[in-house]
């Protein structure tokens, strides 16, 4: 119980070890928060891969019944402009900036040799890079200015959290995250449907060859406005694609095969949390987790350049 997935070369981990340990922020305040909502009705859907994508290690089946109470959930992730709001009204300094490095793709890299702290082992498309963070996601010369209305990326869960404290919401659970990528669709890979790519681009994948090519079939080398392509069933704009998205949950892989058929939370321990949808680097050479059942994760400090979050409504 309680292990790690099979290895993503989507996100790298950060060692937590001898680290600035995560202080949770005091109060709450629901006034900044002002993504529209998507309402998800209360029901009964059927979670987990019924196609036979996944990868056995990351646990996505038994393919079992959840049912779920009804929520909300922000219909986008939350974008540049938010997370500044948040930082303004509390200065609160994310855990990239803390431990002063997080980590970025190298086609998107603009930082001079002397901030370029190195590459991760087994992952040298990620870079090692001091001074990016939230607010200067590919080195730190740069800006979010012009992508204000793309996700906010370079968060750990430890920060999504606290952002959640500060809004009044809360992270989803993994059960209400994929009820509500979804989109009312039953046993369906995508939010939209079966296919991927047939007619015109539907989501913010890679396209080439990872991870030195890209042919920008979708418009996108790194993330895309939060609003981009189409909606689900439900309003969600981009659950899968663009980034992964932080959940509530410890990842657990035989969580599925125990899990209480109610409101399920999740593991009540583990090393890593759960993220969910892929991102602009998943590829099917190595990384098909871009589809509603796919399952990830990471440590909770962990942070890079295609990861962010979207909040739900408080139970």
């Known amino acids: 119980m309680n292990e790690t997935p099979a290895k993503s070369c989507c996100t790298p981990s950060r060692e937590a070890s001898g680290l600035t340990p995560f ?3 005091s109060g709450t305040s629901a006034h900044g928060h002002s993504i529209e909502q998507a309402s998800v009705p209360a029901q009964t859907f059927l979670m987990g891969d019924a196609h ?12 079992h019944a959840v049912e779920i109470d009804a929520f909300t959930i922000d219909a986008t992730s939350v974008t540049n402009a938010d997370f500044a709001k948040f930082v303004a009204a509390t200065g609160y300094q994310t855990e ?3 431990y002063a490095s997080t980590a970025v793709f190298h086609l998107a890299l603009d930082a001079k040799p002397e901030a370029i702290l190195g590459s991760y082992q087994g992952t040298p498309w990620w870079v090692a890079v001091s001074g990016a963070d939230w607010a200067h996601p590919f080195g730190p010369d740069t800006s979010t200015e012009g992508i204000e209305d793309h996700p906010v990326v370079h968060v750990s869960w430890n920060d999504a959290v606290a952002y959640c404290e ?9 059960a209400q995250w994929e009820c509500a990528a979804r989109g009312g669709l039953v046993q369906q890979r995508f939010p939209w ?5 047939e007619e015109g681009w539907k989501l913010n994948i890679w396209q080439g060859e990872f991870p030195t090519e890209n042919t920008l ?12 392509f189409e909606p689900n069933g439900y309003g969600l704009w981009q659950p899968v694609g663009n980034v992964w998205e932080w959940c509530a949950d410890w990842f657990d892989r035989d ?12 593991a009540q321990t583990g090393q890593a949390r759960v993220m969910r949808g892929g991102s602009y680097l998943c590829h099917d050479s190595y990384c098909n987790r871009y589809r509603n059942a796919a399952r990830s994760s990471n440590t909770p400090d962990s942070s890079s350049g295609n990861v962010g979050f979207r909040t739900v409504s408080r139970p």
């Open 23 to 25: 202080v949770a922020l």
């Open 52 to 63: 036979g994508d996944g990868n056995v290690l990351d646990g996505e089946t038994p393919v």
């Open 96 to 98: 990239a900036e803390t």
């Open 166 to 174: 500060w809004a009044g919401r809360a992270l989803p659970t993994e």
């Open 193 to 197: 449907g079966n296919e991927v790519g």
């Open 217 to 228: 079939e979708d418009g996108f080398l790194t993330t895309a406005p939060v609003r981009s």
């Open 255 to 266: 969580y599925f095969r125990v899990s209480p058929a109610a409101n399920p939370i999740g």
